[in-house]
């Protein structure tokens, strides 16, 4: 059954669960597009806490995340503009390796709001020890696929998904120095420690979520995308593709994080 209880009361405390699987974060951004900066950290925190709050549920998710989509639906509005499941996609959570690729576009970006669309590609993660026979809408694992439902003209479909984010920082917020905003690796940060898979600290205090939307029709730009990432890739009759039938772990490697995330000292 999926988890169903927070992994720590204190956000400096958490730890991603096991249960998630050893996959990565990568994510690059149109020419300008700062990946450090706090708000635009906030969108990436927030696409980053989805995919796991759909294998371990939101109460389990990155610190914040429970009460910042909370806090966002509360309103008939945001119940309509934010189309993210309140509970985990799958039964039972399905443990991933690889890396998952995020393309940042169309940002609008100022101290106190960012709007910005997401090419979120799953093309580089599988399950590496399958559990039981995939269902259409579960990630590909390392078994040849034989059900025509599941194939695109003999190949395996990669799912790819594209995203609209709005926030704006809450007004109460407006006003704290820089200084005490939570904080992301910068290129200029001299860390022994490398890059983190995931934030240890409530990223989402002082944000407010107003869109986070599923884009329709979106993805073709997305497929371009993901073929700079994996060459190898083939475009079929339903979007992007695997190469091979069954998927070879071989060409989707594991890849370190990228910005990754600083931690906050454990308390």
Known sequence: MPVSTPASTSPSNYVLPAA???????????????????????????????????????????????????????????????????????????????????????????????????????????????????????????????????????????????????????????????ASQPTTPTPSDRSPSPPARYPNQDLFLGWNLKQFSYETGLEPPCNGWARKFYPMAIIGTKGIAYPTNPVDAAYLPTLPPYPGWTHDPAV
């Not at 708000?39 to 980053?48: G, M």
């Not at 580089?124 to 259409?136: E, F, M």
């Open 20 to 178: 998630v699987g050893s996959f990565t974060n990568v994510w690059a951004a149109d020419p300008g597009v700062d990946l450090f900066a706090e708000p635009v950290a906030v969108v990436r925190a927030a696409v980053e806490a989805k995919a796991v709050a759909d294998m371990v549920g939101r109460a389990n998710s990155y610190p914040g995340y429970d009460r910042f989509l909370s806090a966002g639906t509360e309103t008939v509005q945001g119940k309509g503009d934010i189309h993210v499941e309140d509970a985990p996609s799958f039964e039972e959570p399905i443990a991933l390796a690889g890396t998952k690729h995020y393309r940042l576009y169309d940002v609008t970006l100022s101290d106190t709001a960012v709007d910005a669309r997401v090419c979120e590609i799953a093309f580089g993660t599988y399950q590496p020890d399958a559990k039981h026979a995939r269902k259409p809408y579960e990630p590909v694992d390392l078994r040849p696929v034989t059900d025509p439902g599941l194939l695109d003209e003999g190949r395996i479909p990669a799912v790819i998904e594209t995203w609209r984010l709005r926030l704006d920082r809450d007004s109460m917020f407006q006003q704290l120095p820089q």
